[in-house]
């Protein structure tokens, strides 16, 4: 399949979002296309995870437009970002730790099932068949990302890689049109790293999911994505395609320093 | 080797995700509630019916409920017996007052009557977490043991709030001996714990143990906190109501408001502890745990030491009877953390690979 990228489906306007005095972002504007592979770069403290956390409805920006398919918001919420089928990571992995690996990626599907909890209960008709059904979406996702041994291994036991893994089948569980990743690829080593390229290229490709993704890892950024949008203290220094990024002398001074 | 899961496969997903997915759990759950329900109540004496085997199932459910709410929810909650005795007086208010209303009917609107004042002494959850919920709801403790000595409309008028429970009849068939009581409540007990498993298995449990978790993420996978929160307040005061409604209707036949205090809370606490916090199984552990040890030193100490020619004193016996108590609880807990459950667990792992581990 011959991914196509399309209209932007997610515009930020002219974002600005404060901590009491701490300016974490300022007057931020970028969009986000269909199908695309989006990157977020910046040095530590950029405001790149804040950027996320806005997109997705953790935080509220004071100031600002978020336009996410022809809706016009002063800010999101969870709720409604979650339903518009917006899933994300965490940089720090937020795996529901005590439960197995089946039920992480369950819950992740958590907004398409309807039964209540006295159905649950009584494990009745249709509470019973929506668990099997949501049960086999999820195993094609276990199958996706090659995790079958572990289904039923707490998550807490297992390691850092596999877990990095096991949150993006999660977030893939709920089948979002649009996958905020935070650093998927931190703390790996090259084999994990590609095995996670692969991952997110496929999904990318086959589901025609957009991904927003932030990395540090600049040989990842510059290969998988389409489009980069450079922040430095809050701000934005640069957007554009990976080569046009590279290029930009405001984007090398805010990584490599200039000479004064 | 007997206990082993080799060659008993999976084809479907139901069959993987039923609730005792090896067959050697099945039969020996199948044994168990055989036992419970035929067996004990044919050799059982009045004792252990009324001393040991009806207060456990009773202590049981409370630790259950307790349990959805804390070891599966994660909100800490010091107001147990407090939900129990809304649940006690509930249902012998509706038995007072509702003309001709069935028995089991009033145990269920007690439960209900419970989830209502457990979902008010909720509403705190969403903004403080850990010990200062505990707080929080150590005042729904003192509350409202304190609202039911003080208004006497609710123990219709007796003196100190005791109420005396009416007979306990079910379609005519009158429940008055020990045993008919034990298996009343061996029965609502089963459903409940039925219920509970199914509940934590499906999505409702994976909220709540998501929100236990990672809160953070479970508001961006799009699980509402809130509504989560007061789902397992409400669930969890549901049962420990039916709780104190069997408490005062099959076990005690007569309650004070002083005998739900903080110290029945905090026993109920222990034994979900003990027991397993996060685990069903857990909460029937802990309660046999918490309430049969004291009965066993009680029997061993003096045997124990006539053996050893000691001449102790009554309250020597007892004060010792504590520091064992005590001792045992924190070897436990040393030994392992996660209670007994968990010995369970890793018992049966170890089972499955006797005697040959390799």
């Known amino acids: 399949m011959a991914r196509q990228i399309g209209d932007v489906i997610l515009d930020l306007k002219n974002i600005s979002l404060r901590f009491g005095g701490v300016r974490a972002l300022t007057d931020i504007s970028f969009d986000v296309k269909e199908h695309e592979v989006r990157a977020i770069i910046g040095p530590n403290g950029a405001g790149k995870s804040s950027m996320l956390n806005v997109i997705n409805g953790v935080y509220r920006p004071q100031e600002g437009e978020i336009i996410f398919r022809g809706e016009h918001r002063h800010n999101m919420n969870t709720h409604i970002a979650s339903a518009a089928g917006i899933a994300r990571t965490f940089q720090n992995i937020a795996l529901f730790k005590g439960m197995s690996v089946l039920d992480n990626l369950m819950s992740g599907r958590t907004l398409k099932m309807k039964a209540n909890f006295l159905q649950h209960a009584l494990w009745w008709g249709a509470a019973r068949n929506e668990e099997l059904a949501h049960r086999a979406k999820v195993e094609e996702v276990i199958d996706f990302l090659e995790i079958e041994h572990i289904r039923k291994t707490p998550v807490g036991r297992l390691p850092y890689g596999l877990q990095k893994r096991v949150e993006l089948g999660r977030a893939l569980a709920a089948e979002p049109s649009m996958l905020l990743l935070d650093e998927p690829m931190a703390g790996m080593n090259v084999e994990e790293k590609q095995d ?44 554009g395609t990976p080569d046009e990024v590279k290029n930009n002398p405001e984007v090398i001074s805010a990584y490599l320093g200039t000479q004064h | 080797m007997f206990y082993r899961e080799t060659g008993q496969f999976k084809t479907s997903y139901g069959a993987d995700q039923q609730i005792f997915p090896i067959r050697q759990d099945r039969i020996g759950v199948g044994l168990v509630l055989a036992v419970a329900f035929l067996v004990v109540p044919a050799l059982a004496g009045e004792y252990w019916f009324n001393a040991i ?61 419970a989830a209502g004042v457990g979902i008010l002494f909720g509403l705190p959850s969403l903004r403080i977490k850990g010990f200062y919920l505990a707080v929080a709801t150590l005042a729904a403790q003192f509350f409202i043991v304190w609202c039911l000595t003080k208004f006497p409309w609710l123990s219709n008028n007796s003196s100190s709030g005791v109420i005396s429970t009416p007979t306990v009849k079910i379609l005519g068939y009158v429940f008055d001996g020990a045993r008919d009581k034990y298996l009343l409540v061996l029965a609502i007990v089963s459903v409940m714990a039925l219920m509970a498993k199914n509940m934590v298995r499906s999505k409702t449990g994976r909220s709540w143990m998501a929100v236990r978790d990672m809160d953070v993420a479970a508001e961006v996978i799009g699980i509402p906190l809130l509504r989560t929160k007061l789902l397992a307040f409400a669930v969890s005061s549901f049962y420990c109501g039916v709780a104190g409604a069997l408490y005062a209707f099959c076990y005690l036949g007569s309650v004070e408001p002083d005998g739900f205090s903080l110290d029945l809370s905090f026993h109920i606490l222990f034994m979900i502890i003990i027991g397993g916090v996060g685990s069903i199984l857990g909460s029937f552990l802990g309660a046999a745990f918490i309430l049969l040890l004291p009965i066993l030193l009680d029997v061993l100490l003096p045997e124990l030491s006539s053996l050893l020619h000691l001449q102790l004193q009554g309250s020597t016996v007892s004060h010792i009877q504590t520091m064992v108590f005590g001792a045992l609880i924190m070897f436990f807990l040393v030994v392992e953390p996660h209670g007994l459950a968990r010995l369970w667990q890793i018992a049966k792992e170890k089972l499955r690979l006797w005697p040959f581990p390799h």
């Open chain 1, 196 to 239: 996670m390229c692969r991952f997110i290229l496929d999904v990318n490709d086959h589901f025609g999911t957009t991904i927003v993704l932030i990395e540090h890892d600049m040989g990842v950024v510059m290969d998988i994505s389409d489009r980069v949008v450079v922040l430095d203290y809050g701000k934005k220094i640069g957007d």
């Open chain 2, 53 to 113: 085997l009806t207060p456990f199932l009773i202590f049981a459910l409370a630790a259950l409920g307790l349990n959805i709410l804390t070891g599966y929810a994660g909100q800490l909650s010091l107001g147990s017996a407090a939900f129990m005795a809304v649940g006690a007086y509930a249902a012998y208010n509706f038995q007072l007052r509702v003309e001709g209303i069935p028995i089991l009917v009033s145990f269920i609107c007690a439960g209900l009557t």
